[in-house]
């Protein structure tokens, strides 16, 4: 009992200093789920059993001890496999909010902060791509280039930057229009310095919220520009398109239904943790968590 | 005069992250038909929750106690379809914002005429009759055009003559009034409280009016209760109550308004910040802002003592309340 | 030369339909140091535009508006020029006039770190200060503002005007958000701050009750004219303007006695179509013929008494009307 004692103190103590918000069960679950697939990201030469690339193994192998989800019609190993295609999707979803929300956030910024025509351009070219059905336009503009991992990358940027766009706008907007920024500037506060005192602090917690959420909304489209063809190309360790290649080969239900699983699983995560994130940027109630 | 509702020892809690929270705890008082009964005190004194409470009206997860006698009949313990017939034909509200509880996209005729045919089973015929006698009643001008305007159309104050019109539409005895005309401009406010003094008059109507403007108040009350943190602190006839307040919060009140005879006067505020119902001090809510403060009132909860003039007050230090204590 | 000076002001809002509003329709006040001006009126007469318009916030369609001496320009895209600092505004909400996520210290040392590059901390004495002038504890500094209460909020936003080191201040409904026993708090330390630094203040208001114990002179407004204007307690004693005397006899007195406040006919009209003549005609109890299609001007009476109605045309008869008991200037 004291050695229960011991061990679980030091645990209460930690788990007393995570901010409320991230006591929910489900915060729990999307937390440990991102964590573990950015672990697995990272050590996947370190922890997988093969070479994912290597075809040693007899081929349609079902999963065993050996192969723990079986083999693919070359007889790769396909739990290699999906380890090795986190360091695919995840950081390419990362690059790609990272350059989304650089290209939409600046547009929207400015549109916001400029308004007039600057405001219309950007808004109505937003419009457009929201007019598009996501998926159709990203096809049409990776056909266009050329398909390719790359090429399906840009593909996503110019889809998803309008969604970025919006909310940083709206934020841009809504906050030069409040009275503290009114107040602000009759204190003689240029613009800029609003910018930064007041408008960047608002923007922060919505744009963190919507980058964790749309990482889980590009590793979605980049895998089905995969399962399309249009995005990796063979022999790389996507899941996309060994969920495409698995539905070629239907007995043999471990192919495609692990890296399925395994897109589920990260997007669910990410998606878990953006919507943790969402009440925890409430300022009140991170307050009251570090209060309580 | 004849006790139309008898409330006592009512008490609400609301649920909280950090359990149930008292917001109204143990207050009584009466309202007789043909009188305003006056509710007073400001933001968090549970004035609004106890009037939510009487009509059944309190948010999900809220618990209540005491007794609301109507006619023999305690709404506190009522079921909710019987509860929603008394809500309807025997006891009526009026909210301070009538653009909230007017339906934007309706006629006024529509809503006003829905009450009549659905509580009282008119015709449509009668029902559009009698909507023109109501608005006739709360001068509406022109009401037949009135009828088929939407509320949009009328001015905040022609809105909130609609919305007593809808109220008085099955003839309670008891009109509910929240803050009536805080919303309102002053000119436009004395036409509602002249409105309601004359319905009070006619119609033999009870009127409970809540209110944090002691003006109001004074002006078309005929009784008073002050609340403070959930618990009545004085009550008693306007005059007394408003007139010569005795209670150190009262007092404090009405000196830290605008005074009409003595503009010279300073306003004397109460010191500090009103106590809401999650930061109540313990003994007398008020002791902390008191100038008269004594060390019980900080420990024991003061009662609520009858004195001569009619009043009941809640100060173990008013001279009063002592000698009749000991 | 007043300290704040309005000249004929015109402000015009465009609805969404596109018609023009006329909000302010060339209205005229001078405030000078030390003095506490209260602007008072009901809803949709103007009062906030011109607030608004007075500290740069809103262009002013036409007319002037002069601070020390010198024009006060419209807020554009760049920082304010320094000599207009000293012009600052309170905004009626301290929810929204306040940063919800900065501590309210930051946001009361704004005026002094805006165009200085010493670190915030050295700025913490002043701070502390500022937050006791305005009835604050020191340690406040580090709150943020949901942790403080209305009146509190309201204090701070006094104290951010304040760090400006102000020589005029104009408060748009700085007291109506509050509780009855706080908003006296916050009256005296208004009367208090103009004393003791000097500061004018146009405190706007709709409550012409609490301005008659904060104001030295009081203009009235309808419809976006000033109608009267005049030192507080003659206005109150002997109103000139059938308006003025609507909006005293329409107050509620909080004395026990049971007297019903006068209700004024009718409704405010659009001030895009304001009526003809005397604005104030469809509603007035006293009208005359010609206020039906003259238009009363603002003009001087005896005892610094301004008034526009026709029942004053007499130069110098001020004391003519009948309207309430004669005080002797």
Known sequence: ?292 | MTTLLSVRDLRVWLDTARGPLPIVDGVSFDISAGQVFGLAGESGSGKTITALALLGLLPAGARTGGSAILDGRDLMTMRTAQRRRTRGREVAMVFQDPMSSLHPMLTIERQLTEHLRYQLGMSRKEADERAVELLTEVRIPNPEAALRGHPHQFSGGMRQRIQIAIALACEPRLLVADEPTTALDVTVQAGILRLLHRLCQEKDLAVMLITHDLGVLSALADTVTVMYAGRVVESGPTAQVMGRSRHPYTRGLVDSLPHPEAADRALVPIAGEPAGPESRPAGCAFHPRCRYMEPPCATAVPPLIRIDDGREMACPVDPLVASLAR | MSLLELRDVEVVYQRRDGTLVPAVAGASLDVNAGEIVGLVGETGCGKSSLAKAAVGLVPVASGSITFEGRPVHVLGRRARPVSERRLQLVFQNPYESINPRRTVGAQVADAFAIGRTQARSSWRPRVEDLLRQVGLPATMARRFPHQLSGGQRQRIAIARALAADPAMIVLDEPLSALDASVQAQVANLLVELARNLHVGMLLISHDLAIVRHVAHRTAVMYLGVIVETAPTADLWTAPMHPYTQALIDSIPHADGAGHLPVALPGEIPDPARPPSGCRFHPRCPRVMDRCLSEVPELVAKDGGRRVACWLHEAPGGARRAADGPSVAP
């Open chain 1, 1 to 292: 009992m004291s050695v229960g004692a011991a061990v679980s103190n030091p645990l209460a103590s930690a788990w007393r200093l995570i901010p409320g918000a991230w006591r929910q069960p489900l915060t729990v679950v999307g937390g440990i789920l991102a964590v573990s697939w950015l672990l697995i990201a990272l050590l996947a030469p370190l922890i997988s059993p093969y070479d994912p690339l290597a075809q040693s193994a007899a081929l349609y192998q079902a999963p065993s001890a050996a192969h723990l989800m079986g083999t693919d019609e070359l007889g790769r190993d396909v739990f290699s496999r999906v380890l090795w295609g986190a360091r695919i999707s995840i950081p390419l979803a990362m690059l790609l909010v990272a350059l989304a929300f650089t290209i939409g956030g600046t547009l929207g910024g400015l549109a916001g902060y400029l308004g007039g025509w600057v405001d219309e351009l950007v808004m109505r070219g937003a419009d457009f791509v929201f007019a598009v059905p996501t998926i159709l336009l990203a096809m049409a503009v990776v056909a266009a280039l050329g398909p390719g991992l790359f090429h399906a990358v840009l593909a996503v940027v110019l889809v998803s930057w309008p969604g970025h766009a919006r909310v940083v706008r709206g934020l841009v907007r809504t906050t030069m229009e409040s009275e503290y920024v009114a107040v602000g500037r009759l204190l003689g506060s240029p613009t800029h310095r609003a910018l930064t005192v007041d408008v960047l602090p608002n923007i922060a917690g919505p744009v963190i919220v919507l980058a964790a959420l749309e990482i889980g909304n590009a590793i979605l489209l980049l895998s089905a520009l995969s399962f399309l063809g249009l995005g990796a190309r063979p022999p790389a360790a996507e899941w996309g398109s060994m969920v495409s290649t698995g539905a070629e080969h239907f007995e043999a239900w471990w192919m495609g239904d692990f890296p399925g699983l395994a897109i589920v699983s990260v997007v669910l995560a990410f998606n878990l943790l953006g919507d943790s994130l969402r009440d925890a940027f409430d300022p009140k109630a991170i307050i009251k968590a570090r209060g309580a």
